[in-house]
């Protein structure tokens, strides 16, 4: 049986009884624990309303909603609880940060969990080292840049240690780098085993990371499942209010050309490319060396290097190294494999498996990249 | 960077940051106190140096533009103020000085002619002293130092929270000024007029859309009714308090002492006396 | 022909220790896309505040049409009709109730017969469609909506220059498209456009020319591919490389080719990719719903719309295309599978589809075009 963290059943809302339509209408959806899940949407089409169930904000006006298989109990209490399991950050960070300076705000969640100080110290560390603002402690939130803020807010919730974090637009506004730190940290979270839900309606982002994606128009969910089977449907996209993901097109526009098959479907920009490497090529090796707290010496000189991870982008900058990939450094090293150039990755030691993971993909598209640990 | 702004940060980069807030507060009030009971002229001189040596210590004497251009104005009022005191006096003295200006009667004593220099001085050495207070002390430290002294609780979050938000609401403010600018919104007194409407108008909404939402932000971040205080500044020690009572006792035995030190219409008008 | 230029200007906000703006000297070109790219904070709107005189410089000059900005009552006035500036946030430059009274602001502020003011705004509301919506009350629209509404108040004032601070931000990507379509038709009508934006890929697909701020200094000036060369320095300002300059650059070096010429849209890197018998094109200047009769086209013709007018024509007479956004691009795609397709343009779009045709010759893609005028005379490319 899978393990839904989320169910709702024939979910309706309405903010007000004049609204023509009910923000949410009818809506089904289930969303696995574990799994990368991506809400997609225009504005508008319910996201924020549909997650604002998940935390019983909201209460539906018709249905029910359950988590982990129950239920939500609408009691002061339960709601308590509920809320110590799931983070919700909303995508203004203004809105979400009320205390006056960095530390007290991200005290805040524990604090009023009962948490006592010590512990509530060291998660104050450990939040603000994740999103690397540890030098702004004890500044003031209004003195911070828009992205910082963003930061903040970010890491007021992982302070609660969330079992499932909710994230509505975690990228926008935020430069592009900042961006890429985002979804590294995700990825993080992820392997560490929340349960991360992004709402977006940048289908690049949702379609590079997601799993599962669940599409809302107008306050229907109108799909819900992989994303290759919702974006090969040009005209439910477009109804969406969505495009289709670069990647997703560029492959179809060169099978068009070139005949040959769609499948597998490459999400990111090294599997398009593998897909084209000419045949006998050879590919390079991806060095993997796992940091935990210090920076080894790859002893490989000349060759490009990247960085994974929080730890390890932290102790580089320590130690003043600078990488060839500071950001979205696996894709960097696959495309220098398929180039036919060896490259060395340094990171996380947690992460490896999922770095292993996403190497492997690879072998869908015709290589297999070799690593050498 | 608007002026709010300025003094926040200012505080909070204060070395006087870590400082009791409650206690800080005690001490400019008793030298505050001391500083207006007693009559030497040499008190307020001892309060000005006490209060630049807290500023300079505090904020290496920065202190934001528009808050010096008020203390200028608030020093010439206090200008004006001294040469009235100094100029309507007790008509049963001798006068130094007496003549007539128009419909106004002019009479300096020696008395009033003293009197007005220690007020004089007596402002500017207050205010140095509430000055280097104002930009050491931010409001949220100040919200929690009424906590201590067990103000309500309500009390204190409502003014963390209004800060919080009155400073959102001057970044919006700020920017929709400036975007008037760019629509010449400013062009002509009718336009001005129009536009001030349409940004008080734009603020107003803006901040009842805010608290909208920050409730339910509130909810997500699982609101238990209170704001937890994670870094409770220092409390109001006994140092303290023996700080405050020393420096009040010596200041005031001082001004005893010094009473008549100096005189002012001597120092100015020695001669002809 | 330079419109702005700046020459060391410096500006600290007050009470800051460090300059927002540090002796940048830039040059913005008439008639050329230029974007602003940065990382958060980097300057780019104390940058654009310079350009209508919202900020005076501490030091260095301004010079807008090649003379220095007189910081006068008059100076500005005349300054900022010229030079419009969008912000971000479209709720910090709302003015009136109506959408019809805040798009009629800026004009009334400067204080033009109201005959003027009206007839700007009617084109102002077209061309941003916002037209129905003229009696709402501005603070029911949506975000896209009021998004719009902000550029349609700079739009009235008919600037030569409108410089827009991260146009796209906030948007569904259809309506983000949507309005760099706009930017483009008012780019053809001779308004030199000025972005500024953290997407670097519609930053790459859409600029002539580039300018890098990096803590209120100017690092780079010139053709995106030379900035993006170079990972370090790519590295140092925040941003990434796009998406099609890294997908091209790997491609080359698979290949062994030379990386130029750069592709920098989707239709542009697949011709480099792969190449197949071309479907033909067909661009139907539209001026009225008659001329989008598009069942004289063979059955499963996909048809496209392209620019503001028609894409409010075609929905106004419920008249049903394939490609609703990013018309252009997606009959391209069409084409390039071997499959004709239909773009039904407004009529200053034609000129525009014709050169990007030319430049997909470039990338080895030779697509045969037909253009039929409203008066049924056909052209063949």
């Avoid at chain 1, 070139?258 to 999400?267: H, K, M, T, V």
């Avoid at chain 2, 251009?69 to 100094?86: D, F, V």
Wanted: charged letters at 20%; proline letters at 4%.
């Amino acid at each position: 049986m899978t393990d839904y963290l989320f169910e709702t059943e024939n979910l309706t809302y309405s903010y007000s009884t004049r609204q023509p339509r009910p923000s949410l209408d009818s809506v089904n959806i289930r969303i696995r624990r574990g799994v990368r899940t991506a809400i997609l949407g225009a504005n508008g089409a319910g996201k924020s309303t549909l997650f604002y169930h998940f935390n019983g904000i909201f209460k539906p006006v018709s249905g029910t909603v359950k988590y982990a298989g129950k239920p939500l109990d609408y009691s002061r209490n339960a709601l308590s609880e509920l809320r110590n399991d799931i983070s919700v950050v909303v995508q203004n960070p203004d809105e979400q940060i009320f205390s006056a300076t960095v530390e007290e705000d991200i005290a805040f969640g524990p604090m009023s969990a009962g948490i006592d100080k010590e512990e509530t110290e060291r998660r104050i560390q450990d939040s603000l080292f994740k999103v690397g603002m540890e030098e702004y402690r004890s500044r003031p939130t209004i003195q911070l840049s828009y992205g910082q803020r963003k930061r903040v807010a970010f890491a007021g919730a992982l302070a609660i240690n969330p079992k499932v974090l909710v994230l509505d637009e975690p990228t926008a506004g935020l430069d592009p780098q900042m961006s890429q730190e985002v979804i590294e940290l995700v990825e993080q979270l992820c392997v560490s085993g929340t349960t991360v839900i992004i709402s977006t309606h940048d289908v690049d982002l949702a379609y590079a990371w997601a799993d599962e994606i669940h599409v809302l128009r107008e306050g229907n969910l109108i799909y819900s499942g992989e994303p290759e089977s919702f974006f090969a449907d040009y005209s439910a996209v477009a109804s969406a209010g969505l495009v289709l993901p670069h990647t997703f097109s560029i492959n179809n526009s060169v099978q068009g050309i070139c005949g040959g098959r769609a499948e597998p479907y490459p999400r990111t920009n090294s599997q398009i490319l593998c897909k084209m490497l000419p045949e006998g090529s050879r590919a390079g090796k991806i060095r993997m060396i796992p940091v935990t707290d210090s920076v080894p010496d790859s002893g490989d000189e000349g060759i490009s290097s990247g960085i994974y991870g929080s730890v390890t982008r932290r102790l580089f900058k320590l130690a003043g190294r600078e990488p060839d990939f500071h950001f979205n450094a696996i894709e960097y090293c696959l495309m220098e494999a398929i180039g036919g150039k060896d490259s060395v990755l340094y990171f996380d030691a947690p992460l490896k498996d999922r770095i292993l993971e996403i190497i492997g993909r690879m072998e869908a598209f015709g290589r297999k990249i070799e690593v050498v640990m | 960077m608007s002026e709010e702004t300025q003094m926040d940060t200012l505080a909070y980069s204060s070395r006087m940051l870590s400082w009791a807030p409650l206690g800080k507060f005690l001490f400019v009030i008793a030298i505050l106190i001391v500083n207006i009971v007693t009559s030497s002229m040499m008190v307020p001189f001892v309060t000005l140096a006490i209060g630049l040596s807290m500023m300079a210590s505090s904020t290496n004497f920065k202190i934001p533009f528009f808050v010096g251009l008020a203390l200028a104005e608030a020093i010439l009022i206090l200008a004006i103020g001294s040469g009235m005191i100094s100029i309507t006096g007790d008509k049963a003295d001798p006068a130094i000085w007496d003549t007539h200006l128009l419909w106004f009667d002019i009479y300096m004593t020696h008395e009033s002619f003293n009197k007005a220099w220690l007020v004089m001085f007596r402002g500017v050495a207050g205010m140095s002293v509430m000055i280097s207070f104002a930009t050491s002390t931010p409001i949220p430290h100040l919200s929690q130092a009424l906590k201590q002294i067990h103000m309500p609780r309500e009390v204190s979050e409502l003014i963390v929270l209004i800060y919080r938000y009155g400073f959102l609401l001057l970044e919006r403010m700020d920017a929709m000024w400036e975007a008037a600018h760019c629509r010449m919104g400013f062009n002509g007194f009718m336009n001005t007029m129009r536009t001030t409407a349409s940004i008080a108008v734009g603020i107003f909404t803006s901040s009842s859309n805010l608290a909208d939402k920050a409730q339910i932000a509130l909810d997500c971040r699982n609101y238990q009714g209170y704001f937890p205080i994670y870094n409770t500044p220092p409390r109001l020690g006994i140092k303290w308090i023996a700080v405050t009572v020393i420096a009040f006792v010596l200041i005031y035995l001082f001004g005893m002492y010094t009473e008549d030190w100096i005189d002012m219409a001597e120092l100015f008008f020695g001669g002809s006396l | 022909m330079t419109v702005i230029q700046t020459e060391g200007i410096t500006y600290y906000y007050e009470g800051a220790e460090k300059p927002s703006m540090d002796g940048v000297s830039i040059t913005i070109r008439k008639g050329v896309k230029t974007v602003i790219l940065g990382a958060n904070g980097a300057g780019k709107s104390t940058l654009f505040y310079h350009f209508n005189g919202v900020v005076k410089p501490k030091e260095g000059v301004v010079k807008v049409m090649g003379e220095p900005v007189s910081y006068r009552r008059k100076g500005l006035r005349q300054l900022r009709s010229r030079v419009a500036v969008v912000l971000q946030n479209p709720d910090d430059q709302i003015f009136g109730q109506t959408v019809e009274a805040d798009v009629g602001y800026g004009p009334r502020n400067m204080k033009l017969s109201e005959e003027e003011v009206k007839s700007r705004v009617e084109e102002a509301l077209f061309q941003t469609g916002l037209g129905e919506l003229r009696g709402k009350n501005t603070m029911q629209l949506s975000y896209g909506q009021r998004k719009r509404l902000a550029l349609a108040g700079a739009l009235a004032m008919k600037p030569e220059v409108l410089v827009m601070d991260e146009p796209t931000a906030g948007l569904d990507p259809q309506m983000a498209l949507e309005l760099m379509e706009l930017a483009e038709q008012l780019h053809n009508r001779g308004t030199t456009i000025v972005i500024s934006t953290h997407d670097v890929d519609l930053a790459y697909a859409w600029a002539d020319e580039i300018h890098v701020l990096k803590r209120g200094k100017l690092i780079y000036s010139g053709s995106s591919e030379d900035f993006y060369r170079n990972p370090a320095e790519v590295h140092s300002t925040g941003v990434m490389q796009p998406s099609m300059f890294v997908m091209n650059e790997n491609l080359s070096a698979m290949r062994g080719t030379d990386p130029s010429p750069y592709p920098r849209t989707e239709s542009q890197l697949v011709s480099k990719m792969a190449s197949g018998p071309k479907g033909r094109l067909t661009l139907v200047a539209v001026k009225s719903a008659a001329d989008c009769n598009i069942e004289r086209f063979a059955d499963g013709t996909k048809t496209g719309v392209y620019g503001t007018a028609v894409r409010r024509l075609v929905r106004d007479a419920g008249i049903k295309t394939d490609f609703g956004f990013n018309g252009f691009e997606s009959c391209i795609r069409e084409c390039l599978a071997g499959r004709d397709s239909v773009l039904l343009c407004d009529e200053d779009c034609i000129g525009l589809a014709e050169s990007k045709i030319r430049d997909l010759l470039a990338f080895g893609s030779d697509i045969k075009y037909t253009i039929s005028g409203p008066d049924g005379s056909q052209r063949l490319s």
